[in-house]
């Protein structure tokens, strides 16, 4: 049974780092020393594209900071933004994760909405209005500014006792670059102004770029964007690269999606699995990415027969359709060209928009064995019928089509002419309606 979307990372909380795919653990584990030694308020930022694991991570370093009797608050400031108002929505998700008592839940929760309320009449009728100064007598603005501060140092002398109580606190907010970004930034400002006190330090998962797009989408493309963000974070902690270890990761999200069976990264005599790892290296693709990857191989997979031997026929049709998934995934163009093109020849152009997509030109210089029998299944399976013209026209195609010189089109001709039949007889039409459910 396959499913459309992979499951959930947990992270337990007797052994965070148990399921710990991505060899994170000493990071974790460092940032954790880092927050429980500082004596000064603080704001961290934990820095990595889409995909590529920082909400498992702030995961984790809460399991680990609790481990540790530290006080922990969680925020999801994009699911958790409920009442559309930052202040409110942070206060809500930090009252209802810390220990504190009772009576400081509520006094908290009490000024955050009087504060709260009081910032957004300032926001939409304006503290400062010029008819305001009509009259000499007039001095009701500057009691809106002075009640609105009173409030606001009642806030941090409150969240102050919620510290004493446990003499740290730390708030993890994440998914702010998923946010709006007016919300994005106000819960930025939020975090920054109104939780700076001593004992708290707060640590956001961001992706920077995508924020730093979002700070200019607000103040206007000329905005110096990354010193803007620098101002709020004192900190900013840049997540390694997805994987350290591609195959294992693979194995293990083969495994997950029902593939242990039949899909196996690294070294091994399959080269189904080391296509998909190829494909996930050399496109750069992010720890989600590779996840939803395999579930989609998993779905078209689904739908091939069981394999038998090494020698099976459907081995052939398994690598055929792997090699075509690697093509639609990595060069749409190239594939349309390679289903809709000119019968036969058409292959050629599609196999050369693949090798420029994913950078193979290096790899199969070298020799490399996985990239040369993609590149050769695909034209084996492309070619069809036409799949035993003679070595020169092999060649002749191969250059015009600028997948590479000659030396390089005889490395590939010699894996072509290993390939048995049962390539080439692999329906075209048969494979892409195959792959088709896989996207």
Not at 192 to 202: A, K, Q, T
Not at 296 to 311: D, F, I, K
Request: glycine content about 6%.
């Amino acid at each position: 049974m396959t499913s459309v979307r992979p499951k959930e990372f947990i992270v337990n909380d007797d052994e965070p780092f148990k399921h710990d795919r991505l060899a994170r653990q000493n990071r974790v584990e460092a940032l954790c020393r880092l927050i429980k030694e500082l004596q000064e308020p603080a704001m961290l930022a934990v820095n990595g594209p889409f995909g590529s694991g920082k909400s498992v991570f702030l995961r984790m370093c809460a399991m680990h900071l609790r481990s540790q009797e530290l006080e922990v608050a969680e925020f999801d400031a994009w699911q958790q933004s409920h009442t559309q108002t930052p202040l409110v929505d942070l206060v809500a998700a930090l009252t209802e994760s810390i220990t504190a008592t009772e009576k400081l839940v509520v006094a908290l929760r009490e000024i955050a909405v009087k504060l709260a309320c009081r910032v957004a009449s300032t926001a939409t009728g304006g503290i400062v209005k010029r008819e305001d100064f009509q009259a000499s007598e007039d001095i009701s603005a500057f009691d809106k500014w002075k009640e609105t501060e009173s409030r606001r140092a009642e806030f941090r002398k409150e969240l102050g006792k919620v510290v004493g109580e446990s003499k740290k606190l730390i708030v993890l907010i994440d998914e702010l670059d998923r946010c709006p970004p007016a919300r994005a930034l106000e819960i930025l400002d939020v975090a920054r102004h109104l939780f700076d006190i001593p004992g708290v330090v707060v640590v956001l998962g961001i992706n920077e770029r995508e924020m730093r797009h979002r700070v200019k989408t607000l103040y206007g493309q000329d905005c110096d964007a990354e010193k803007y963000l620098r101002r709020f974070v004192d900190l900013m902690i840049d997540l390694p690269g997805p994987v350290s270890n591609m195959a294992e990761f693979l194995n293990e999200a083969f495994a997950e999606a029902g593939l242990r069976n039949r899909l196996e990264a690294g070294p091994s005599q399959q080269y189904s699995g080391s296509m998909i790892e190829l494909l996930a290296a050399q496109s750069e693709m992010s720890a989600r990415d590779i996840l939803q990857l395999t579930h989609r191989t998993a779905r078209v997979l689904a739908l091939t027969p069981a394999l038998e031997s090494l020698r099976s026929p459907d081995w052939a049709l398994q690598h055929a359709v792997i090699a075509v998934c690697v093509l639609r995934w990595a060069a749409p163009e190239g594939y349309r060209q390679f289903v809709e093109g000119e019968i036969g020849i058409g292959a050629f152009g599609a196999v050369a928009t693949l090798v420029e997509a994913l950078s193979l030109d290096e790899l199969l210089s070298d020799g490399n064995s996985i990239a040369v029998m993609i590149v050769a299944v695909l034209l084996k399976v492309g070619l069809g019928e036409f799949s035993g013209m003679a070595i020169h026209e092999f060649k002749e195609q191969f250059v015009d089509a600028k997948i590479g010189d000659a030396t390089l089109s005889e490395r590939v001709q010699h894996r072509f002419y290993q390939l048995d039949y049962e390539y080439w007889r692999a329906d075209l039409k048969y494979i892409c309606d195959l792959v088709e459910f896989a996207i």
